[in-house]
């Protein structure tokens, strides 16, 4: 156990819906990270979040959102649901708001069908 | 932008034979560089790393040197065994360490006995 819980393990919807991934940080941890794995783009970085606010985004799509609680987890929420969103959905954090290291969650399995 | 390539895989080894990944990166600044493994229906874990140039990152047998010349991190184990099958991902933070990790797509290990 990482410390990182991820819930839920799996998730399957059909198209156009919308669904919400939590992550709950490693005690301590204030930044959140949200990765995207697919066997043909590997990890794409999503966003990261600091103590509650949005510090980096990458290549986050505008159907997708996010954001941190003040008791540190995190909710990505993902809508209008395409066939191409079905991927592995990784949580991340770390002690600090730099990359020095992180720990991973062990995902969110999401099928669109 | 910042990147990471890595040898593509999979890569096939019997036990006890020597590995190396390569890895070279692009990257603003001073990068710190990562290697971390997934296993099988896990998250990804740090393996190792290393934050600036000429430092040698190892942990159970895996080393990496920072080549600031050559922009490389390549991972090598003197005696691979099958606990160590799995997908290895080479990473970099920009900017000593400021910026969101940055994946190669990974390269997956199957050592047989």
């Known amino acids: 156990d990482s410390g990182v819980t991820q819930t839920p393990k799996h998730l399957i919807t059909a198209t156009g819906q919308r669904v919400t991934l939590r992550c709950s940080p490693r005690s301590g941890d204030l930044s959140v990270y949200w990765y995207q794995q697919s066997l043909d783009q590997g990890l794409q970085f999503l966003i990261q979040?600091?103590?509650?606010?949005?510090?980096a985004k990458g290549n986050i799509l505008e159907r997708f959102s996010a954001q941190q609680f003040p008791d540190l987890h995190s909710e990505l929420n993902l809508s209008s649901l395409e066939l191409g969103d079905s991927a592995l959905y990784f949580c991340?954090?770390?002690?600090?708001?730099?990359?020095?290291?992180?720990?991973f969650g062990s995902g969110t399995r999401l099928t669109v069908v | 932008g910042d990147s990471v390539t890595q040898m593509e895989g999979p890569v096939t080894l019997s036990e006890e034979a020597f590995l190396t990944i390569n890895c070279t990166y692009t990257?603003?600044?001073?990068?710190?560089l990562f290697w971390y493994v997934q296993y099988p229906g896990e998250g990804l874990q740090l393996l190792l790393k290393?934050?600036?140039?000429?430092d040698k990152g190892s942990n159970k047998g895996f080393e990496a040197t920072y080549r600031k010349e050559t922009t490389s991190f390549h991972l090598e184990k003197g005696s691979v065994q099958v606990s160590d099958s799995a997908v290895y991902f080479c990473a970099l933070s920009a900017n000593s360490g400021n910026t969101p990790l940055v994946f190669g797509k990974g390269t997956r290990l199957s050592v047989i006995a």
């Open positions: 991340a954090s770390s002690v600090s708001r730099t990359g020095s290291g992180y720990t």
């Open positions: 979040y600091y103590n509650g606010e949005e510090r």
């Open positions: 990257a603003t600044g001073y990068p710190s």
């Open positions: 290393a934050t600036k140039a000429d």
